[in-house]
């Protein structure tokens, strides 16, 4: 079993910056994909950017290409993703999540995932 706990979400500016993290227990293989989604009200859940643990293979959405960096912490166990030149369409709920790789064998937006965490809200005003 794997706990995803999530923080670093808030109320910032468009241009403004924020960093969440992603703190990982219970049993992360290093063959596991841990990634970054986000889902807005009245929208579906999107891949905002991914990983392989122990890798470094990163994926990202075409909409924060540029502006994101995801990135681990192996020795903390802890996921982080830094986004910056926040607009207001990056308000949502951004979700942890920790699963395997998809049919190509990646861990790329589609991955399969099994654990996700509670969620840290991001709100983006202009």
């Known amino acids: 079993q794997v706990q995803l706990v999530e923080s670093g979400g808030g109320s910032v500016q468009a241009g403004g910056s924020l960093r969440l993290s992603c703190a990982a227990s219970?049993?992360?293989?290093?063959?596991?994909?841990m990634g970054w989604f986000r889902q807005a009200p009245g929208k579906e859940r999107e891949g905002v950017a991914t990983?392989?643990?122990?890798?470094?293979?990163?994926y990202y959405a075409d909409s924060v290409k540029g502006r994101a960096t995801i990135s681990q912490d192996k020795a903390k166990n802890t996921l982080y993703l830094q986004m910056n030149s926040l607009k207001p369409e990056d308000t949502a709920m951004y979700y942890c999540?920790?699963?395997?790789?998809?049919?190509?064998?990646?861990?790329?937006?589609?991955?399969?995932?099994?654990?996700w965490g509670q969620g840290t809200q991001v709100t983006v005003s202009s």
């Open positions: 999540a920790a699963g395997v790789v998809n049919r190509a064998y990646r861990c790329s937006l589609d991955f399969e995932s099994r654990y």
């Open positions: 219970g049993y992360t293989s290093s063959s596991y994909c």
């Open positions: 990983l392989r643990m122990r890798s470094t293979n990163t």
